[in-house]
């Protein structure tokens, strides 16, 4: 590896001040003439006021989903989080009781047959 620097000075684009000058001032033009082009202005008010049914819609269909979801599992009554995460009840059992399983314990509980 070098220590030398790399001049990368010749990759600056607004090294030739003219040149470049004119080159923003030819992008914003465009970029002026395509918006004039909508007719219409295109303030982020005015975008969402545009958007308000789509954007009512979906917060009624999220706000649906939620309440389905929350309705759905209350009903089936509170689950507790070692069955939500699939932990086979003696391990979840050895969290809470002072010894150490063997091996032999912690074979089968995790190959299902130690329920």
């Known amino acids: 590896m070098s220590d030398q620097r790399i001049d990368l000075s010749s990759l600056d684009p607004s090294r030739d001040h003219p040149e470049w000058n004119t080159f923003v001032e030819s992008v914003a033009a465009r970029a002026r003439a395509a918006t004039n082009a909508r007719g ?6 005015i975008l969402l006021w545009r958007w308000r049914r789509l954007t009512a819609a979906s917060a009624a269909l999220a706000a649906g989903i939620a309440a389905a979801t929350i309705i759905g599992t209350s009903a089936a009554g509170p689950r507790p989080t070692t069955l939500l995460a699939d932990i086979p009840r003696a391990v979840a059992a050895w969290v809470d009781s002072p010894r150490h399983p063997s091996p032999f314990e912690i074979y089968f509980a995790l190959n299902g047959t130690g329920q």
Do not use: F, R
């Open 40 to 45: 219409t202005p295109t303030g982020p008010l």
